[in-house]
């Protein structure tokens, strides 16, 4: 167990110091920023989504590595993917973040999000790691502005 925890934490650092799809996306169709009063995040996702599927997708991040990483995992998750296939995406991810009962981690299906499911345990970061997730789905359903509430 002690190697999948060092390579969670990899994992993490590697998307806090190098965040995919980390820059601003302009020209986009659709934007949503976010905001963590609790740790201080902030971030904007940009979409390019002429149809029913997200051609490009940026998430530009400030704040804490959990936050940053998620953005930067949630970007690499859903490029090229339909907004329905994302819809499923969010929710998902929600519920292995913030889900009553402990998540069984599929790395096949998870990929690198697995790294992040160790958030759980720290109820104040679950928003860290769930903020990018709401701006997406805010900036999916046209909306401006993102919450975790």
Request: glycine share 6%; aromatic share 4%; hydrophobic share 35%.
């Amino acid at each position: 167990m002690e190697d999948l925890s060092d390579l969670y934490q990899e994992i993490i650092l590697s998307h806090n110091k190098r965040p995919r799809n980390g820059e601003p996306l302009i020209p986009c169709t659709h934007q949503a920023d976010g905001f963590n009063p609790l740790c201080g995040d902030k971030l904007t996702v940009y979409l390019r989504k002429p149809d029913e599927q997200v051609d490009e997708i940026a998430c530009n991040t400030e704040g804490c590595a959990i936050s940053r990483a998620s953005g930067s995992i949630m970007t690499s998750m859903v490029q090229g993917k339909t907004i329905s296939e994302i819809e499923t995406l969010i929710e998902e991810t929600k519920a292995l973040l913030t889900g009553d009962e402990e998540p069984e981690i599929d790395l096949a299906q998870h990929g690198d999000m697995a790294a992040l499911v160790g958030v759980r345990k720290f109820p104040a970061r679950i928003k860290c790691a769930t903020l990018a997730w709401h701006a997406l789905e805010s900036a999916l359903k046209g909306e401006v502005d993102a919450t975790t509430e």
